[in-house]
T-cell receptor
Framework: EAGVAQSPRYKIIEKRQSVAFWCNPISGHATLYWYQQILGQGPKLLIQFQNNGVVDDSQLPKDRFSAERLKGVDSTLKIQPAKLEDSAVYLC??????????????FGPGTRLTVT | AQSVTQLGSHVSVSEGALVLLRCNYSSSVPPYLFWYVQYPNQGLQLLLKYTTGATLVKGINGFEAEFKKSETSFHLTKPSAHMSDAAEYFCAVTPRSGSQGNLIFGKGTKLSVKP
């Protein structure tokens, strides 16, 4: 079974530039998550999708970050314009979307963003 | 709001020694509890989880963790460390009711294993 795919794996941009990350979840997984992991900290949820609808985006800085999952499968996270403090690893995860009980999340390898 | 505290950002043990990584949560109702491992340049991999039932949970790679409600703890242990265990370990929680999507992570503990 293929895991969660992310690209690119690494990206270096200058501040005020734009960047986009792509995620392809495990086939059949209805729920997709984007996390931000700043160096020295644990991952923090940015946004959660159930199919193509947003479940939780309370921690997404909406003035500069946007995300979409138009067809309920793969997803794109965009930052425009980037700031120095956006330097982090962006992790995508997916889960079956089970109601009740544990809905185990499976993580991709992440995209490491450096903003200079 | 729930939070997770991992004591020690860096733990170093000798190969063959006991591994003990500490995790405490703050929640009036015990949440679901998880331990994840992250190897360099890789995503997070689930080691083990506690949902209900037996409080001693066994996971992959010889790790286990014990849920202690009275201490609000979920410490991770392994009797004998291997060089391959060197990685960063994250404790995480998610509420038992409502939205379970928001995994709340601790800051992580980096484990080094000396030969």
């Amino acid at each position: 079974e293929a895991g969660v795919a992310q690209s690119p794996r690494y990206k270096i941009i200058e501040k005020r530039q734009s960047v986009a990350f792509w995620c392809n979840p495990i086939s059949g997984h209805a729920t997709l998550y984007w996390y931000q992991q700043i160096l020295g900290q644990g991952p923090k949820l940015l946004i959660q999708f159930q199919n193509n609808g947003v479940v939780d985006d309370s921690q997404l800085p909406k003035d500069r970050f946007s995300a979409e999952r138009l067809k309920g499968v793969d997803s794109t996270l965009k930052i425009q314009p980037a700031k120095l403090e956006d330097s982090a690893v962006y992790l995508c995860a997916s889960s079956l979307g089970l109601a009740g009980g544990i809905d185990e999340q499976y993580f991709g390898p992440g995209t490491r963003l450096t903003v200079t | 709001a729930q939070s997770v505290t991992q004591l020690g950002s860096h733990v170093s043990v000798s190969e063959g020694a006991l591994v003990l990584l500490r995790c405490n949560y703050s929640s009036s109702v015990p949440p679901y509890l998880f331990w994840y491992v992250q190897y360099p340049n890789q995503g997070l991999q689930l080691l083990l989880k506690y949902t209900t039932g037996a409080t001693l949970v066994k996971g992959i790679n010889g790790f286990e963790a014990e849920f202690k409600k009275s201490e609000t703890s979920f410490h991770l242990t392994k009797p004998s460390a291997h060089m391959s265990d060197a990685a960063e370990y994250f404790c995480a929680v998610t509420p038992r009711s409502g939205s379970q999507g928001n995994l709340i992570f601790g800051k992580g503990t980096k484990l080094s294993v000396k030969p």
